[in-house]
């Protein structure tokens, strides 16, 4: 008996079930609890006359009604229901529109009892979602307009009725406040599991990048010397056979040199925080040096540099990641557009945070590099490896930064990099 008890009242909620057939369950039983109320209060009413005997059957018959609806909702949930949103305001509506009938027949808005209706406006603000919460908070006050209006009011309670006047805007107050202190409370606490959910989701990609770049590390430790050594031999090998610019030679000398480039990103990838020398960096020199030093070795190359110095200017970084991250993104991009179309690089300051952005004119990013940014090796060019972004996230993941994959709206994509700015005393830090 007791562990059934304990079962009953223990929450609802079930290992891949619907929000909404967990929010039904709930109110099923909370229906029983409530229906058990209504007959034991029965015997009270009588007894002060705030039920007359000729309404009683009326009284049952509601609570009948009620108990079937119960019945019946329990029997379909049991039966794989999926019910919607629709389903929970129905049954909500169902609920105030049965409790009203009781509460007309036993006094209406002069039954001691009517703060149960105010219940329901909690009720609604918790189990309901969008529209569907105010037009449900609009049909409770309509309830309690009604019972003001049409009530059948007992001997047993005509000696002390409240003028309306002073009774219904007290009830209409005490129901708008349940109402809305339970829909803040909701929207606070679903924002707060959305965070929790993006910090967990976010320590979880942290944990897979550094075992991806420990991976990575071992690997591109143990095919360095292999390659090394190959790339001697060939090199020997085409002296002592005097091969020149044989076609074969030329095609295994860049095949060993794009090895040797996916090694060196590779190990470059293991970009843990207790790993990385962080520094107060200059986030506009760093970026106007690494662009200036960009176009002097690709002359054919159009940057576009434009930075506000407004704002803070400072974050807390390693200045030598940081500026490989920024030619990634650079190189991205020309590859993207082509050379003869000009690359935009970006810094700005917004709300206590310094934007690094890098944009292009090309076709935008592919869906496939959107959904898997964070990954290692996805990458739709013919040429390409996958490193140069997930070097960038690894990066930002390791310093407390976020990024971003956008199209423009004219046409074109952006990388942008949004730093936290540095704090006064650590900028002061050696």
Known sequence: MFETLRHFFAPPIFANTAENKTKLVWLVRLRWIALTAQIVSIFPALEFHILEPNLLPAFLGTIGILAALNV??????????????AHVFLQLTADIAALSTLLALTGGGWNP?????????????????????PIFFGLLIACLVLLQTFAYIPSGLEPGLLPPRILFPAQL???LVFWILTTWLSHTLTSAQAHFVFLRERRTRIDRLRAVGALAAGLSHEFATPL????????????????????????TREALDRCEAILRHMSGAQLQPDRLELEPVDIPELVERVCNSFSRVHED?????????????????????????????IDNALQSAGPEEPVEVTVRSPGGRIEVAVLDRGPGWPELVRSHLGEPFVTTKPNGVGLGLYYVHS?????????????????????RISLPAATPQAETQP
Do not use: C, Y
């Open 72 to 85: 019946i909702t329990w029997v379909a949930l049991r039966q794989g229901l999926s019910p919607g949103p």
């Open 113 to 133: 009892l009517v703060p149960i209706l105010f219940v329901h406006s909690v009720l609604g603000a918790l189990l309901l979602e969008g529209r569907l919460s």
């Open 173 to 175: 107050l005490i129901a």
């Open 228 to 251: 090394n050594t190959a790339k001697v031999r060939v090199d020997r090998l085409a002296r002592k056979q005097q091969l020149g610019d044989d076609p074969d030679l030329v095609a």
């Open 301 to 329: 190359a159009t940057l576009h540099l434009a930075i506000d110095r407004r704002g803070p200017r400072k974050a807390i970084l390693p200045s030598v990641a940081f500026s490989q991250a920024i030619l990634n993104l």
């Open 395 to 415: 990066l930002s993941e390791a310093v407390g930064a976020d990024f971003s994959l956008e199209d423009r709206p004219e046409g074109g994509a952006m990388a």
